[in-house]
């Protein structure tokens, strides 16, 4: 019941920026979390960060004073500013969100993931 799209992804040189977009759309009553999760090559997917409604962010500690997450509780979006960027942040990176849906007698509390953007980091 929850779509989430991320845009923004890309080739970019080591040192430079990107910024990354998530919408959230679809039936649910609420979203409590949303945030960006990244998986490289043979490697298990990660936390990058997480956002919740009352503003509050959780960053992995390398990824702390370079990667910036905001969110827009009213358009259900979240971005990623990401500064000075390394090639180990090469991944596909994930938007996340843990939404309330109801599945017609219950509410349940789910998460949700977008299909993953591909970040290129050239050194």
């Known amino acids: 019941q929850v779509q989430l799209v991320e845009s923004g992804g890309g080739l970019v040189q080591a040192g430079g920026s990107l910024r990354l977009s998530c919408v959230a759309s679809g039936s649910f009553f609420t979203i409590s979390a949303m945030g960006w999760y990244r998986q490289a090559p043979g490697n298990q997917r990660e936390l990058v960060a997480v956002i919740t409604n009352d503003g509050s962010a959780n960053y992995a500690d390398s990824l702390k004073g370079r990667f910036t997450i905001l969110r827009d509780n009213a358009k259900n979006t979240v971005d990623l500013q990401m500064t000075s960027l390394k090639p180990e942040d090469t991944a596909v990176y994930y938007c996340?969100?843990?939404?309330?849906?109801?599945?017609?007698?219950?509410?349940?509390?789910?998460?949700?993931w977008g299909q993953g953007t591909q970040i290129t980091v050239s050194s």
């Open positions: 996340y969100a843990d939404a309330t849906v109801y599945t017609g007698d219950d509410y349940l509390n789910n998460n949700y």
